[in-house]
């Protein structure tokens, strides 16, 4: 098992995911894992927010180390995920996901009980980069 990479996360997506965790009916593993998340969470402003950051609606490239199978995610609120690569926050590997840079990994639990070693290779698409905040 890997340790824990250090993260970066943006006031807003700090501020949205507070708001979506308080709405939760339900108490799971996938939010408790979020809340941990954000407790270690560098935050910083929508500009300080470097481009090879994971953010909310990022799309990133990732690689498994022992595979070398490579995948293609967004990570998504969970009302947008729904088809190929869309990942939710809540997810395991969505959380785990939020605030890595380019170069860092994170270990991804399947629904089978093995767990596989994912490095991050690029981040695709971020909606900071971008100039895009809506969501």
Excluded at 119 to 128: C, D, G, K, S
Aim: glycine share 10%; net charge negative.
């Amino acid at each position: 098992m890997t340790s824990t990479p250090p993260i970066i996360i943006t006031r807003l997506d700090l501020q949205r995911l507070e708001r979506l965790l308080d709405g939760l009916e339900e108490f799971g593993p996938g939010a408790e894992a979020l809340e941990q998340e954000l407790a270690r969470a560098q935050v910083v402003g929508l500009d300080e927010v470097p481009a090879g950051v994971v953010t909310m609606n990022s799309r990133v490239h990732c690689r498994d180390d022992h595979s070398g199978k490579e995948y293609h995610l967004t990570l998504v609120y969970p009302d947008d995920v729904g088809g190929e690569g869309k990942v939710s926050i809540l997810a395991p590997v969505g959380s785990a996901l939020l605030g890595l840079t380019v170069g860092q990994q994170i270990d991804w639990p399947l629904p089978n009980g093995k767990t596989i070693q994912l490095t991050l290779l690029a981040v695709e698409y971020q909606p900071e980069a971008a100039g895009e905040y809506q969501r």
